[in-house]
Protein backbone atom coordinates (compact mmCIF):
# COMPACT_ATOMS: atom_id res chain seq x y z
CA UNK A 1 0.00 0.00 0.00
CA UNK A 2 2.80 2.27 0.58
CA UNK A 3 4.60 1.48 -2.66
CA UNK A 4 1.04 2.74 -4.62
CA UNK A 5 1.08 5.98 -2.19
CA UNK A 6 4.66 6.72 -3.25
CA UNK A 7 3.83 5.78 -6.79
CA UNK A 8 1.09 8.04 -6.55
CA UNK A 9 2.86 10.94 -5.49
CA UNK A 10 5.37 10.86 -7.86
CA UNK A 11 2.67 10.66 -10.71
CA UNK A 12 1.27 13.93 -9.41
CA UNK A 13 4.75 15.20 -9.20
CA UNK A 14 5.94 14.35 -13.28
CA UNK A 15 2.32 16.00 -13.65
CA UNK A 16 3.19 18.85 -12.40
CA UNK A 17 6.95 19.15 -13.92
CA UNK A 18 5.06 18.40 -17.77
CA UNK A 19 2.07 20.78 -17.41
CA UNK A 20 4.08 23.59 -18.63
CA UNK A 21 5.72 21.57 -21.73
CA UNK A 22 2.28 21.92 -23.59
CA UNK A 23 2.24 18.33 -23.38
CA UNK A 24 0.26 15.66 -21.07
CA UNK A 25 1.98 13.04 -19.17
CA UNK A 26 0.68 10.31 -21.10
CA UNK A 27 2.96 12.00 -24.29
CA UNK A 28 6.26 11.64 -21.92
CA UNK A 29 5.41 8.68 -20.62
CA UNK A 30 4.74 6.97 -23.79
CA UNK A 31 8.23 8.20 -24.88
CA UNK A 32 9.59 6.43 -21.94
CA UNK A 33 7.99 3.47 -22.90
CA UNK A 34 9.70 3.48 -26.32
CA UNK A 35 13.12 4.49 -25.56
CA UNK A 36 15.82 2.00 -26.09
CA UNK A 37 17.28 1.14 -22.66
CA UNK A 38 20.96 3.15 -22.05
CA UNK A 39 24.19 1.72 -22.80
CA UNK A 40 27.51 3.02 -21.27
CA UNK A 41 29.05 2.77 -24.89
CA UNK A 42 26.02 5.23 -26.20
CA UNK A 43 25.99 7.63 -22.74
CA UNK A 44 29.44 8.71 -23.17
CA UNK A 45 29.86 7.87 -26.45
CA UNK A 46 32.85 5.95 -26.66
CA UNK A 47 32.66 4.99 -30.31
CA UNK A 48 33.29 8.01 -31.58
CA UNK A 49 35.86 9.03 -28.63
CA UNK A 50 38.02 5.91 -29.52
CA UNK A 51 37.84 7.70 -33.46
CA UNK A 52 39.35 11.01 -32.86
CA UNK A 53 42.88 9.47 -32.38
CA UNK A 54 43.79 10.23 -36.39
CA UNK A 55 47.76 10.62 -36.53
CA UNK A 56 49.80 12.48 -39.24
CA UNK A 57 51.99 9.83 -39.43
CA UNK A 58 53.17 6.19 -39.49
CA UNK A 59 55.07 6.43 -36.31
CA UNK A 60 53.39 4.45 -33.36
CA UNK A 61 54.27 7.21 -30.24
CA UNK A 62 52.15 9.62 -32.12
CA UNK A 63 49.09 8.10 -31.35
CA UNK A 64 50.11 8.46 -27.47
CA UNK A 65 50.82 11.89 -27.75
CA UNK A 66 47.44 12.97 -29.07
CA UNK A 67 45.56 10.80 -26.67
CA UNK A 68 47.68 11.99 -24.04
CA UNK A 69 47.32 16.07 -25.08
CA UNK A 70 43.25 15.23 -26.04
CA UNK A 71 42.85 13.81 -22.31
CA UNK A 72 44.44 17.51 -20.63
CA UNK A 73 42.07 19.08 -22.64
CA UNK A 74 39.34 16.73 -21.25
CA UNK A 75 40.80 17.67 -17.53
CA UNK A 76 41.11 21.52 -18.41
CA UNK A 77 37.43 21.60 -19.23
CA UNK A 78 36.93 19.99 -15.71
CA UNK A 79 38.87 22.83 -14.28
CA UNK A 80 36.73 25.71 -16.10
CA UNK A 81 33.75 23.56 -15.12
CA UNK A 82 34.51 23.92 -11.29
CA UNK A 83 35.80 27.48 -11.69
CA UNK A 84 32.66 29.03 -13.63
CA UNK A 85 30.64 27.92 -10.36
CA UNK A 86 32.58 29.36 -8.58
CA UNK A 87 32.48 32.96 -10.52
CA UNK A 88 29.06 32.36 -10.93
CA UNK A 89 27.95 31.77 -7.08
CA UNK A 90 26.46 34.35 -5.22
CA UNK A 91 26.50 33.44 -1.80
CA UNK A 92 29.65 33.49 -1.16
CA UNK A 93 29.95 30.80 1.16
CA UNK A 94 33.24 30.10 2.25
CA UNK A 95 32.68 26.22 2.33
CA UNK A 96 31.10 26.18 -1.37
CA UNK A 97 34.57 28.06 -2.54
CA UNK A 98 36.99 25.72 -0.66
CA UNK A 99 35.34 22.92 -2.09
CA UNK A 100 35.47 23.90 -5.56
CA UNK A 101 39.25 25.13 -5.12
CA UNK A 102 40.10 21.69 -3.80
CA UNK A 103 38.24 19.87 -6.68
CA UNK A 104 40.64 22.06 -9.00
CA UNK A 105 43.40 21.13 -7.36
CA UNK A 106 42.66 17.20 -7.88
CA UNK A 107 42.72 18.00 -11.35
CA UNK A 108 45.88 19.65 -11.48
CA UNK A 109 47.53 16.72 -9.42
CA UNK A 110 46.31 14.03 -11.77
CA UNK A 111 47.66 15.89 -14.79
CA UNK A 112 51.09 16.41 -13.15
CA UNK A 113 51.61 13.63 -12.10
CA UNK A 114 50.44 11.99 -15.47
CA UNK A 115 52.91 14.00 -17.39
CA UNK A 116 55.29 10.84 -17.19
CA UNK A 117 53.76 9.74 -19.85
CA UNK A 118 55.51 12.94 -22.09
CA UNK A 119 58.70 13.03 -20.63
CA UNK A 120 59.19 9.12 -20.47
CA UNK A 121 56.26 7.62 -22.34
CA UNK A 122 57.65 7.93 -25.77
CA UNK A 123 60.66 7.58 -28.07
CA UNK A 124 62.22 10.49 -28.32
CA UNK A 125 63.82 9.81 -32.22
CA UNK A 126 60.05 9.39 -32.89
CA UNK A 127 58.88 12.51 -31.62
CA UNK A 128 61.65 14.57 -33.10
CA UNK A 129 60.27 13.38 -36.33
CA UNK A 130 56.65 13.38 -36.34
CA UNK A 131 56.88 16.70 -34.53
CA UNK A 132 57.87 17.89 -38.21
CA UNK A 133 54.37 16.78 -39.40
CA UNK A 134 52.30 19.00 -36.93
CA UNK A 135 53.79 22.08 -37.84
CA UNK A 136 53.27 25.18 -36.77
CA UNK A 137 50.43 23.83 -34.19
CA UNK A 138 51.24 23.39 -30.58
CA UNK A 139 50.30 22.97 -27.29
CA UNK A 140 50.78 26.93 -26.80
CA UNK A 141 47.23 27.36 -29.13
CA UNK A 142 45.19 25.92 -26.04
CA UNK A 143 41.93 28.22 -25.32
CA UNK A 144 40.91 26.54 -22.84
CA UNK A 145 44.55 26.44 -20.62
CA UNK A 146 44.18 30.59 -21.57
CA UNK A 147 39.95 30.47 -20.18
CA UNK A 148 41.61 29.24 -16.75
CA UNK A 149 43.78 31.84 -16.17
CA UNK A 150 41.31 34.38 -17.65
CA UNK A 151 38.68 32.76 -15.00
CA UNK A 152 41.19 32.99 -12.25
CA UNK A 153 42.91 36.39 -12.15
CA UNK A 154 42.29 39.78 -13.35
CA UNK A 155 44.12 40.90 -16.81
CA UNK A 156 46.22 42.88 -15.04
CA UNK A 157 47.41 39.88 -12.96
CA UNK A 158 48.16 38.62 -16.23
CA UNK A 159 50.14 41.16 -17.98
CA UNK A 160 53.83 40.25 -18.69
CA UNK A 161 55.81 41.00 -15.23
CA UNK A 162 58.41 43.23 -17.23
CA UNK A 163 55.48 45.55 -18.32
CA UNK A 164 52.88 45.04 -14.79
CA UNK A 165 53.56 47.76 -12.95
CA UNK A 166 52.69 49.85 -16.42
CA UNK A 167 48.77 48.59 -15.92
CA UNK A 168 46.22 48.29 -13.59
CA UNK A 169 42.30 47.71 -13.82
CA UNK A 170 41.80 51.13 -15.02
CA UNK A 171 43.45 49.80 -18.22
CA UNK A 172 40.41 48.77 -20.66
CA UNK A 173 40.80 44.54 -21.27
CA UNK A 174 41.46 45.38 -25.04
CA UNK A 175 44.92 47.05 -23.77
CA UNK A 176 45.52 44.56 -21.15
CA UNK A 177 44.72 41.26 -23.48
CA UNK A 178 47.46 42.90 -25.57
CA UNK A 179 50.14 42.77 -22.70
CA UNK A 180 49.45 39.55 -21.93
CA UNK A 181 52.26 37.41 -21.00
CA UNK A 182 52.38 34.40 -23.33
CA UNK A 183 52.29 36.22 -26.52
CA UNK A 184 55.95 36.83 -25.63
CA UNK A 185 56.12 33.00 -25.67
CA UNK A 186 55.23 32.65 -29.24
CA UNK A 187 57.40 35.54 -30.82
CA UNK A 188 59.90 34.84 -33.57
CA UNK A 189 63.20 35.16 -31.91
CA UNK A 190 65.31 36.15 -34.25
CA UNK A 191 62.76 38.94 -35.78
CA UNK A 192 60.67 39.50 -32.57
CA UNK A 193 57.64 39.41 -34.49
CA UNK A 194 54.55 37.16 -34.03
CA UNK A 195 55.11 33.26 -35.17
CA UNK A 196 51.94 32.11 -37.64
CA UNK A 197 51.09 29.76 -33.91
CA UNK A 198 50.38 32.68 -32.42
CA UNK A 199 48.47 34.14 -35.44
CA UNK A 200 46.55 31.34 -36.04
CA UNK A 201 45.20 31.20 -32.09
CA UNK A 202 44.44 35.34 -32.03
CA UNK A 203 42.90 35.01 -35.52
CA UNK A 204 40.57 32.05 -34.16
CA UNK A 205 40.29 33.07 -30.31
CA UNK A 206 41.35 36.37 -29.85
CA UNK A 207 37.35 37.50 -29.76
CA UNK A 208 36.21 34.62 -27.60
CA UNK A 209 38.93 35.12 -25.11
CA UNK A 210 38.77 39.03 -24.74
CA UNK A 211 34.54 38.65 -24.46
CA UNK A 212 35.40 35.97 -21.03
CA UNK A 213 37.88 38.65 -19.79
CA UNK A 214 35.14 41.12 -20.09
CA UNK A 215 32.19 38.90 -18.81
CA UNK A 216 34.68 38.50 -15.47
CA UNK A 217 35.70 42.08 -15.12
CA UNK A 218 36.18 42.30 -11.50
CA UNK A 219 34.59 39.06 -10.71
CA UNK A 220 37.60 36.66 -11.25
CA UNK A 221 38.00 33.80 -8.49
CA UNK A 222 40.47 36.05 -6.83
CA UNK A 223 37.99 38.98 -6.47
CA UNK A 224 35.84 36.78 -5.70
CA UNK A 225 38.17 35.93 -2.55
CA UNK A 226 38.73 39.15 -2.32
CA UNK A 227 35.65 40.25 -1.50
CA UNK A 228 34.22 37.65 1.06
CA UNK A 229 34.00 38.76 4.61
CA UNK A 230 37.39 39.31 6.13
CA UNK A 231 36.60 36.44 8.52
CA UNK A 232 36.17 33.91 5.21
CA UNK A 233 39.76 35.20 3.86
CA UNK A 234 41.32 34.42 6.98
CA UNK A 235 40.17 31.14 6.95
CA UNK A 236 43.19 28.59 6.69
CA UNK A 237 42.05 25.72 4.42
CA UNK A 238 40.46 28.45 2.10
CA UNK A 239 43.78 29.77 1.62
CA UNK A 240 46.15 26.98 1.57
CA UNK A 241 43.59 25.64 -1.59
CA UNK A 242 44.19 28.81 -3.04
CA UNK A 243 47.88 28.97 -2.97
CA UNK A 244 48.18 24.77 -3.86
CA UNK A 245 46.27 26.32 -6.87
CA UNK A 246 48.57 28.92 -7.78
CA UNK A 247 51.74 26.79 -7.58
CA UNK A 248 49.96 24.09 -9.74
CA UNK A 249 49.00 26.21 -12.09
CA UNK A 250 51.79 28.41 -12.35
CA UNK A 251 54.57 26.45 -10.91
CA UNK A 252 54.42 22.53 -11.05
CA UNK A 253 52.30 22.37 -14.86
CA UNK A 254 54.93 24.68 -16.76
CA UNK A 255 57.65 22.81 -15.09
CA UNK A 256 56.36 19.39 -16.28
CA UNK A 257 56.31 21.07 -19.60
CA UNK A 258 59.88 22.36 -18.92
CA UNK A 259 60.93 18.57 -18.08
CA UNK A 260 59.44 17.11 -21.35
CA UNK A 261 60.85 19.68 -23.35
CA UNK A 262 64.44 18.95 -22.00
CA UNK A 263 63.94 15.24 -22.34
CA UNK A 264 62.87 16.10 -26.33
CA UNK A 265 64.22 19.33 -27.36
CA UNK A 266 67.40 19.94 -25.32
CA UNK A 267 70.32 18.16 -27.30
CA UNK A 268 73.68 18.54 -26.49
CA UNK A 269 73.24 21.50 -24.29
CA UNK A 270 71.83 23.18 -27.90
CA UNK A 271 67.77 23.36 -27.67
CA UNK A 272 65.93 22.65 -30.70
CA UNK A 273 62.96 24.62 -31.52
CA UNK A 274 59.64 24.26 -30.09
CA UNK A 275 56.85 22.97 -32.11
CA UNK A 276 55.32 26.23 -33.82
CA UNK A 277 58.60 28.39 -32.96
CA UNK A 278 57.97 29.32 -29.27
CA UNK A 279 60.63 30.37 -27.12
CA UNK A 280 60.42 27.78 -24.71
CA UNK A 281 63.25 28.77 -22.56
CA UNK A 282 62.46 31.50 -21.95
CA UNK A 283 58.62 31.23 -21.88
CA UNK A 284 58.51 27.88 -19.85
CA UNK A 285 60.08 28.70 -16.45
CA UNK A 286 57.37 30.33 -13.57
CA UNK A 287 59.98 32.49 -11.96
CA UNK A 288 60.75 34.19 -15.54
CA UNK A 289 57.06 34.86 -15.86
CA UNK A 290 56.07 35.27 -12.75
CA UNK A 291 52.52 34.85 -13.37
CA UNK A 292 50.57 34.86 -9.85
CA UNK A 293 46.91 34.43 -9.66
CA UNK A 294 46.57 35.42 -5.63
CA UNK A 295 49.44 37.65 -5.29
CA UNK A 296 48.41 38.90 -1.77
CA UNK A 297 48.52 35.54 0.22
CA UNK A 298 52.30 35.29 -0.24
CA UNK A 299 55.22 37.66 1.24
CA UNK A 300 57.47 40.06 -0.34
CA UNK A 301 60.04 37.15 -0.73
CA UNK A 302 57.94 34.41 -1.69
CA UNK A 303 56.86 36.32 -4.69
CA UNK A 304 60.52 37.46 -5.12
CA UNK A 305 61.51 33.99 -5.33
CA UNK A 306 58.57 32.33 -7.52
CA UNK A 307 59.55 29.44 -9.19
CA UNK A 308 63.46 29.23 -8.56
CA UNK A 309 64.18 26.17 -6.49
CA UNK A 310 62.47 24.38 -9.08
CA UNK A 311 64.26 26.37 -11.82
CA UNK A 312 67.74 26.23 -10.14
CA UNK A 313 66.70 21.79 -10.08
CA UNK A 314 66.33 21.69 -13.64
CA UNK A 315 69.08 24.07 -15.28
CA UNK A 316 71.42 22.35 -12.48
CA UNK A 317 70.22 19.04 -11.61
CA UNK A 318 73.83 18.02 -10.11
CA UNK A 319 73.59 20.46 -7.57
Excluded: C
Aim: no cysteine.
Amino acid sequence: MKDQEKIKAQILKLEEKYKGSGQDLSAYLDGLLYQRYLTYWDYIHLDTLLSLQIPKTHFPDEEIFIMYHQITELYFKLILHEQKQIVDDKSQNVDFFIEKANRINSYYKVLISSFSIMINGMEREQFLQYRMALLPASGFQSAQYRMIEIYAAPLENLVHHTKRDQFSSKNNTEELYEEIYWKNGATDRNTGEKTLTLKQFEYRYTPRLIRIAKEVKDNTIYQKYLALPSKSRENKELIDALKALDINANVNWPLMHMGSAYRYLAKDKQPIEATGGTNWKDYLPPSFQKVIFFPNLYSKEELNNWGKEWIDHIFNPEK
